[in-house]
């Protein structure tokens, strides 16, 4: 329950210090981790971490930004193919670490362009990018011939590309990072990202993105270029799923279409709703949980894992809208306000009670 109240801090004030302290903690936990956890947890975990910064950066987008963007699977996958394909040239992975979201960042800087300041509305640019990210599935999906080469990697179409570099120790060249290591990168690369993310939105940046969710007429009226903020958002988040991406075509380790998939995209907006898209920390404790939960189900012969995730979607768009964290977060207050309202229902009872005797002595006196 401390961590818990942390959620219910307006984002657009300045982290306080049971906040830190929050995240200290979980950072000794997450590092104490490969000390006591079986490897094959230690995997997997490794694995959810590009998934998180995926779902952070639509968090950021959609919950900040008033963007609902299914092109962030798009980024994922352009960022993992970008990391793939441009390690395997030039035989070394540190730049193209950096280089796969500086990548993903130019594909939304184009693609966003056009977009925003084009003023479309918010369904057809959901719309749009939702087609944007098929498109480029479908393109993946069709390089299957020899013809389509980058340098000296084959593409290899729906196979994907296997054998993706494995990150290398910059200063010892062909020394890769062990399984521990690569958990702690991770992990470093989400805490890092994440926090850096909170006190955006605690800048002139941050609230004034706030401001154009809330109402962009009004902002744009008060002289704010809203094209120029939802631009920079658009690239921001784009950046990071870029990160993400590369990060989990390591972990596989496999550049595969299915990083751009219908599926991918649907599984970034079932891990935000379920951790709540108004909190940072809500999505990547979605993904935590489904995927988990999705493994779960594996292992206990469940075919239809899919149909079980769409009733959870459906469930939580119908009784718990503003998500999980957000709301344990307010069962405290809801029960005091419960008990408040409970009082004035009483109060309104009392009151009723006192005009119906009254009601009744006038009538008795009248006869």
Known sequence: MFSLKLSSQPSNEKPRITWWLAVL??????????????????????????????????????????????????????GGYAYTILSLNIDDTTGPLFFAPFFAACAAAIFGYFMIYGRISNIYFSAITLVFTLILEKAIRSTSGDQYIIGSVKLKGQNGIPNVPQIEIPWESGVNLTINWFFYLGFTLLLIIYIGLRLLLTTHFGRTLIGIR?????????????????????????????LGGALYAI???????????????????????VGGKTTLIGPITGVFAIEYFKGWLGTQGVGQVTLVLG??????????QNGLLPTIASIPEYWQNRHKLTKDFKGIFH?????????????????
Request: hydrophobic residues 55%.
């Open 25 to 78: 903690t979980l950072t000794a936990v997450f590092i104490s981790m490969p000390h006591w956890m079986e490897m094959f947890i230690i995997l997997e975990m490794s694995r959810f971490f590009g998934m998180a910064l995926l779902a952070l950066s639509m968090s950021f987008l959609w919950g900040y930004g008033g963007m609902l963007s299914f092109g962030q699977t798009a980024f994922f996958g352009l």
């Open 214 to 242: 809330e109402n962009p007429n009004r902002a744009e009226l008060l002289g704010y270029d809203i094209r120029r903020y939802k631009l920079s958002a658009f690239i921001i988040c784009g950046s990071i799923a870029g």
């Open 311 to 320: 009733a959870i979607l459906i469930l939580f768009v119908l009784v718990f």
């Open 251 to 273: 972990s596989i380790p496999l550049a595969h279409p299915e990083m751009f998939s219908l599926g991918k995209a649907a599984d970034v907006i079932i891990w935000v709703i």
């Open 351 to 367: 009151l009723l009670w006192q005009f119906c005797c009254v009601f009744r002595r006038l009538i008795r006196r009248k006869r």
